[in-house]
Structures are given as C-alpha cells and as structure tokens.
C-alpha cells in the first residue's frame, strides 16, 4: 500500500528564501509529524497534528517555522528566510490515532541552504 | 531531562556473527519504546514497539527486548542486507507528543 510520500526530495534555497515542503500521509491517519534530522543525528520533532489540529508545536526552532494541515490530510512545513543552520532533512510522519501509536516516516526533504 | 543513548555508535560484523545493540533510557513515564532501521537517504522504517519490561518481540533475525531501563537488539546471524542505522526512540508522557530519538547504532555487515 502507499506510505508516506514528501516533495520535493531534495531543495536548495539561497539565504533569506522562503520555502514550503510538503507531506502525504498515510490515508486515514490522524497523527501528523515533523522532525528535523541532522546529518549523523537522530530525528528531532518540530510539531504534531491530530487531523487538523496543531496541537503541539513546541519543538519548531524559531518563529521562521511554520506548519498547517488545513483539511486534515496533506500538511505544509514553511521556513521563512532561511538560515544555513535550517540545512537539515526534513521528516513527515503520520499514525493511526494517538500519540503512542507506531509512526510512520516519509523518505524526507533533504533542506540545503547555500 | 529526558534521554535516550544507544551503544555502540558503530558496529562492524562479519556475516553470521550475533550481536547486540544497546539503548539506554531515562524517561518519566515511558508510554512505548520503538526501533527504527534507517537505509542512507531514506527515511526510518518501523521495526517494532515494546511497551513494557520483559516484553520482547522478533522479526527474522532481528529480537527487540525491553528492560525498566533499557532495550537490546539482537541481530543474529546477520546479512549484508541488515546493514543500515539502527535507531532507537521513546514515547513518554512528561514529553509530551514527541518521539525522542538517540543518535542511532550504524551497523555494517560485511560477507
């Protein structure tokens, strides 16, 4: 069956330029996540939806960031002026129903910012 | 503060050669403990979840055991195909909706 699919794979943004990357989930899953992986570090989460409800957002690094899932579905992760330190892969993942339930991840967005 | 650290950061095997990867916890409240394998450029593949100790769980040559304050993976008899990273995650209730993950075990098997 189809698993969680990102675009684009792969970015390269200038500094200072906005750019948005998007995510599909799994269809019929509830749970939305974003993580941010470091090159030779785990994933670390930036935010949570629960359809399309941001109900946690605590760990997105800056006011640059910016996620939405306006119709419970396909979510947008926007990174406004973008800094070198941004340059990461990005990782969508999505679950059944709650928090404890299995995630599963996307291929991600491999983020480069020159 | 919450914390997750997996050992060793690198393993070499030759094939067939059993070992263990070791993840280590301190949470407050662990809801669930999850193994990730992650392929280079891909993103992390669900192994398994274990929710509490004594709990364990296979997967061909993979086993998942689970301990109050950490988690083993044993590989046994292990392919070139079973080299990958090998990630480690909790879900806890004082971190809310996060998973956290450790830095991973990069395994590399050879023939």
């Known amino acids: 069956g189809a698993g969680v699919s990102q675009s684009p794979r792969y970015k390269v943004a200038k500094r200072g330029q906005d750019v948005a990357l998007r995510c599909d989930p799994i269809s019929g899953h509830v749970s939305l996540f974003w993580y941010q992986q470091a090159l030779g570090q785990g994933p670390e989460f930036l935010t949570y939806?629960?359809?399309?409800?941001?109900?946690?957002k605590s760990g997105l690094p800056s006011d640059r960031f910016f996620a939405e899932r306006p119709e419970g579905s396909v979510s947008t992760l926007k990174i406004q002026r973008t800094q070198q330190e941004d340059s990461a892969v990005y990782l969508c993942?999505?679950?059944?129903?709650?928090?404890?339930?299995?995630?599963?991840f996307g291929p991600g967005t491999r983020l480069t910012v020159l | 503060e919450d914390q997750v650290t997996q050992s060793p950061e690198a393993l070499r095997l030759q094939e067939g050669e059993s070992s263990s990867l070791n993840c280590s916890y301190t949470?407050?409240?662990?809801?669930?403990l999850f193994w990730y394998r992650q392929d280079p450029g891909k993103g992390p593949e669900f192994l398994f979840t274990?929710?509490?100790a004594g709990e364990e769980k296979e997967k061909e040559r993979l086993k998942a055991t689970l301990t109050k304050k950490e988690s083993f993976l044993h590989i046994t008899a292990p392919k070139p195909e079973d080299s990958a990273t090998y990630l480690c995650?909790?879900?806890?209730?004082?971190?809310?909706?996060?998973?956290?993950f450790g830095k991973g075990t990069t395994l590399s098997v050879s023939s």
């Open positions: 995650a909790v879900s806890a209730n004082q971190a809310g909706t996060a998973l956290i």
């Open positions: 274990l929710y509490s």
């Open positions: 949470v407050s409240g662990l809801r669930g």
């Open positions: 993942a999505s679950g059944l129903a709650g928090i404890t339930d299995t995630q599963y």
């Open positions: 939806f629960q359809n399309e409800a941001q109900l946690d």
